[in-house]
């Protein structure tokens, strides 16, 4: 009886089964559902705090806390000027927390009004990354790290006071500073080397 002979056909260069090509495919699968996955943790709002000591050993001191004249009192945690959020603690007289919320997310931004002041805007949103002054128009613009959702290395709010009050907002794309013939802004390999959160060097700035 002529005996079967199992042959080993090499499906993909370099391996030396087919498994082999389907093992690699599911560990390329499995480190970009890992990528995908640690990405969507990044953005995960902060997990709920009951103390304001719990909040405290976890992240350090607040960069402020504002006494709101009723018996309680806001933890600000600033990540200003590399971080993109700030989260807000109400606590009540026994360092319980009531609420928390973060002060840079999409819905609080929307709440900054024509006609608020300095310190109620610190209050909204917490420590501003830097101040800019223009002499022509009179403004003093504060302007904030938030989630970068546009074709630059990071997304800016900017709040536009004059005389201390609101003006209007906008919203800015920061680019990297490039001297080649592309002109100030470059989209190529020395992209990634850029630090995607500021201070920024001059670069080319788009309003909203």
């Known amino acids: 009886m002529q005996n079967d002979t199992l042959i080993h056909v090499n499906a993909y260069p370099g391996s030396r089964t087919g498994n082999n090509r ?3 495919w599911t560990l390329l699968l499995l480190v970009l559902a890992l990528a995908v996955l640690s990405g969507c943790a990044a953005f995960a709002p902060p997990r709920p705090y009951t103390t304001a000591g719990e909040a405290i050993a976890e992240r ?3 960069t402020k806390q504002w006494d709101n004249g009723d018996g309680t009192h806001t933890l600000e945690f600033s990540t200003q000027p590399n971080g993109y959020t700030c989260l807000m ?3 009540d007289a026994g360092n319980i927390v009531l609420r928390q919320w973060d002060a840079l997310a999409p819905e609080n ?3 900054v009004r024509v006609g608020m002041d300095r310190e109620q805007i610190s209050r909204l949103l917490g420590q501003h990354r830097s101040v800019q002054t223009f002499s022509n128009s009179g403004e003093e613009v504060w302007d904030w790290n938030i989630r970068n959702d546009g074709p630059g290395v990071a997304t800016l709010f900017n709040v536009h006071f004059i ?3 609101v003006v209007r907002t906008s919203q800015t794309y920061a680019y990297p500073e490039w001297e080649g013939t ?3 802004y470059w989209w190529g390999p020395g992209y990634p080397f850029y630090p995607m ?3 920024y060097p001059r670069g080319y700035w788009y309003y909203r």
């Open 109 to 111: 931004l929307a709440r």
């Open 197 to 199: 959160y500021g201070p």
């Open 89 to 91: 603690l109400l606590v």
């Open 60 to 62: 350090g001191r607040p």
């Open 163 to 165: 005389d201390g009050k």
């Open 182 to 184: 592309f002109g100030p």
């Open 22 to 24: 389907s093992s690699w």
